[in-house]
C-alpha cells in the first residue's frame, strides 16, 4: 500500500499535457493562463499627475515662503484628455488633473490645497517643491514589453480588467479538461429519482461536477451503471470515448460488488496503484486506460471530497501548469483533541474558529466514511500522522484549507 507522499508522486507522473487555444478576453474568467502576456505599451502610457493641482518648474519654488511666496503666472490647463500642447517657462505653470499629462517643462505637481490663487491667472506657493512629486512617470508600474501576468495565473475579475486597461482582445488560454464522471451501485440513484427505503442518491457525482467545474475544467455526468461489470464496462467506454480525464465514484473496493478493477484489467488497463495508506480514502484507484487517466474514488462523500483534494486538484493544477501543484501545508494550532488512526495518515475534517485573537482548529465530531454532514461543514483538513493516542488540544498541526477550485 503507497504512503500519501507515493501516491502524490506517482500522480504527479501521469503523461498528461493540455492543448491551448485564443480565447476572448471577456470570455475568458475561470481560464488559466497559457502563455504570459506582455505588455503592448508601458503603464502609464506617458508621465501624468496623480493629483489634481499645478503643473510646475520646480526651480521657481527654491525660496518659497509663508513671508515671500512664488508667484506663478497660470498659462493653461492639463486636462485628462485634454493635455497642455505648449511648454512651460520660468516662472509659469499650468492647472492640472488627476491622470493629465505633464507638459513639457514641468517637473512637479502642487496639489490644489497647498496652492493659493490670486484670480484666475496667478498662483502663489508658499513652500518648495521637489522634483518628481505627485508625477507618475510613464512605465512606472509596467515597463513595455513585461509580462503582465504569469503563465498558469488563473483569471478571475480582477485579472481580466488588468488586461483589459491594455487594449488586449484575447489570450492564449489551456484548453478545459474534458472530465468524464461515473458511478455504480445498485442502490445508487441519480438526483431526482424516487427512492426505495434502501436507496440513496449519488451525491458524490454532484459535488465531482461542480468542483471539476469551478477548477476550469468541463465536467459530464455519465451516470450510475448497476453493480454489473458490462454495464460499467459500457459506461466507462462512453466515457473514454469522450474524456481526456476520467473519474470514478464507487466500486473500488474488494466487495464481490465492487466491478471497477476487474473492469479495469479486461480493458488492459496500466495500474498505477490500488490503495493508499489515507484516511479516509484508502481503497482509491490510479489507473490509465486508453492513454487517458482514470481516478477510481470510492463512494462515499466524505472520501471523495478528501480524495479529489488531496489527490485529484494537485493533477490538475500540474496541467494547468502551476509549478508547485502539491499545497504546503499550514500550522495550526487544535482547539480541541484531535483523533488519531494507529496505521494511516488521517485527514481530519474541521473547522477553523479564532479563540482570544488566534486561528485554531476545531476537529468535526464523527470522523467516519459514512458523515456526509462534515465535508459541508468543514474548511479545512488537520493532516494527522499515525499514533495511538489523541492529540491533545493547544498542540500545533498540519493543516490544509479546504476550497472550491484549484
Not at 503592448?40 to 493629483?51: A, D, E, G, N, V
Not at 513585461?146 to 488586449?168: C, E, H, K
Not at 466487495?255 to 479516509?280: C, N
Not at 494550532?333 to 486561528?359: E, K, M, N
Request: hydrophobic share 45%; aromatic share 6%; glycine share 8%.
Amino acid at each position: 500500500m503507497l504512503t500519501f507522499q507515493q501516491a502524490i508522486s506517482t500522480i504527479l507522473t501521469i503523461p498528461f499535457a493540455l492543448g491551448e487555444e485564443s480565447t476572448p478576453l471577456l470570455e475568458a474568467t475561470g481560464r488559466t493562463l497559457a502563455v504570459a502576456p506582455a505588455a503592448p505599451y508601458p503603464l502609464p502610457r506617458f508621465t501624468q499627475s496623480s493629483m489634481d493641482g499645478i503643473a510646475i518648474r520646480t526651480g521657481d519654488t527654491t525660496s518659497a515662503s509663508s513671508a515671500e511666496p512664488a508667484r506663478l503666472e497660470l498659462v493653461g490647463e492639463s486636462a485628462a484628455g485634454h493635455p497642455f500642447t505648449g511648454s512651460i517657462a520660468p516662472g509659469q505653470a499650468t492647472r492640472i488633473s488627476t491622470g493629465a499629462r505633464i507638459p513639457d517643462g514641468a517637473d512637479a505637481v502642487v496639489p490644489i490645497e497647498k496652492v493659493r490663487l490670486e484670480g484666475d491667472t496667478t498662483a502663489l506657493l508658499e513652500s518648495p517643491s521637489s522634483p518628481g512629486a505627485f508625477i507618475r512617470r510613464a512605465g512606472e508600474d509596467v515597463e513595455q514589453g513585461a509580462s503582465l501576468l504569469p503563465r498558469a495565473t488563473r483569471l478571475g475579475p480582477a485579472q481580466i480588467a488588468f488586461l483589459a486597461s491594455f487594449n488586449i482582445p484575447d489570450v492564449r488560454t489551456f484548453a478545459p479538461p474534458r472530465i468524464g464522471i461515473l458511478s455504480s451501485g445498485d442502490e445508487v440513484k441519480m438526483l431526482g429519482a424516487r427512492l426505495a427505503e434502501t436507496e440513496i442518491i449519488g451525491s458524490s457525482l454532484y459535488y465531482l461536477e461542480r468542483e471539476f467545474a469551478a477548477c476550469g475544467c468541463e465536467p459530464r455526468l455519465f451516470g450510475v451503471s448497476p453493480d454489473n461489470a458490462d454495464a460499467f464496462r459500457a459506461m466507462l467506454e462512453e466515457a473514454l470515448a469522450w474524456s481526456d480525464i476520467v473519474v470514478t465514484t464507487a466500486g473500488v473496493s474488494v466487495g464481490e460488488h465492487d466491478v471497477v478493477g476487474g473492469v479495469l484489467r479486461d480493458l488492459s488497463a496500466e495500474l498505477l496503484f490500488w490503495r493508499v495508506s489515507v484516511r479516509p480514502g484508502k481503497p482509491m484507484l490510479v489507473a490509465r486506460v486508453a492513454g487517458k487517466p482514470l481516478f477510481g474514488l470510492p463512494g462515499n462523500p466524505v472520501s471523495t471530497i478528501c480524495n479529489t483534494e488531496i489527490f485529484v486538484k494537485p493533477f490538475l493544477r500540474a496541467a494547468f501548469g502551476v509549478e508547485h501543484p502539491v499545497p504546503s501545508f499550514e500550522k495550526i494550532r487544535l482547539a480541541s483533541g484531535c483523533p488519531r488512526d494507529a496505521q494511516r495518515l488521517f485527514f481530519t475534517y474541521a473547522r477553523r474558529i479564532v479563540i482570544d485573537g488566534h486561528a485554531t482548529a476545531s476537529p468535526l465530531p464523527r470522523q467516519s466514511s459514512a458523515n456526509i454532514a462534515n465535508p459541508a461543514m468543514a474548511d479545512g483538513l488537520i493532516v494527522v500522522e499515525p499514533g495511538d493516542a489523541p492529540i491533545p488540544p493547544g498542540e500545533w498541526v498540519d493543516w490544509l484549507p479546504l476550497k472550491t477550485g484549484i
